[in-house]
T-cell receptor, first 113, second 112 residues
Framework: EPEVTQTPSHQVTQMGQEVILRCVPI?????FYWYRQILGQKVEFLVS????????KSEIFDDQFSVERPDGSNFTLKIRSTKLEDSAMYFCASSGDRGYEQYFGPGTRLTVT | QKEVEQDPGPLSVPEGAIVSLNCTYS??????FMWYRQYSRKGPELLMY????GNKEDGRFTAQVDKSSKYISLFIRDSQPSDSATYLC????????????FGQGTRLTINP
């Protein structure tokens, strides 16, 4: 069964460093998303991406964040200068042409020290 | 008022019991309703989604939507210890923004 994959599973970085989180969505999907979940809190929407551009972004997704689909299979989230409060699980998700069902990857745990 | 409210629990029931998990939402613009299961430190796994009011059944799981009350439920019949997880409701609008808005999640434990 097709699934969303994410790498790395765990990333430790120092405050102020740049990180890139990588995702391979399900191959025939058209819509891509990033969510995050701070420990013990809700899953929160960050950004959606369709047709090579951002469809929607939340207030969390400020100028420090960017997304890219560099080729036909990968979808990346870059955090330019990490802060302590960026420590969270980051989930990539994708959905097909109807856009309703979103399938999530296993997540990348980001720890900023 | 929060967009989606879900009792975080924890909820603990004996094996074989019927489990009822619930969420309320505030905005009638939300038209699509999902239930996800999340094991500790894993990604949310889509269990069911529904659009219309009424019931939708899939094996031991039944999703119920009451749009007039803005109330959604997930029932688990013949609960198993492997059902122990956090259950998340998620809702979205039909048109426009495609983001999912999640509830807090209810932590469920099924005791053998």
């Amino acid at each position: 069964e097709p699934e969303v994959t994410q790498t790395p599973s765990h990333q430790v970085t120092q405050m102020g460093q740049e990180v890139i989180l990588r995702c391979v969505p399900i191959s025939n999907h058209l819509y891509f998303y990033w969510y995050r979940q701070i420990l013990g809190q809700k899953v929160e929407f960050l950004v959606s991406f369709y047709n090579n551009e951002i469809s929607e972004k939340s207030e969390i997704f400020d100028d420090q964040f960017s997304v890219e689909r560099p080729d036909g299979s990968n979808f990346t989230l870059k955090i330019r200068s990490t802060k302590l409060e960026d420590s969270a699980m980051y989930f990539c998700a994708s959905s097909g042409d109807r856009g309703y069902e979103q399938y999530f990857g296993p997540g990348t745990r980001l720890t900023v020290t | 008022q929060k967009e989606v409210e879900q009792d975080p629990g924890p909820l603990s029931v004996p094996e074989g019991a019927i489990v009822s998990l619930n969420c309320t939402y505030s905005n009638s613009a939300f038209q699509y309703f999902m239930w996800y299961r999340q094991y500790s430190r894993k990604g949310p796994e889509l269990l069911m989604y529904t659009y219309s009011s009424g019931n939708k059944e899939d094996g031991r799981f039944t999703a119920q939507v009451d749009k007039s009350s803005k109330y959604i439920s997930l029932f688990i019949r013949d609960s198993q210890p492997s059902d122990s997880a956090t259950y998340l409701c998620a809702i979205r609008r039909v048109q426009g923004a495609q983001k999912l808005v999640f509830g807090q999640g209810t932590r469920l434990t099924i005791n053998p």
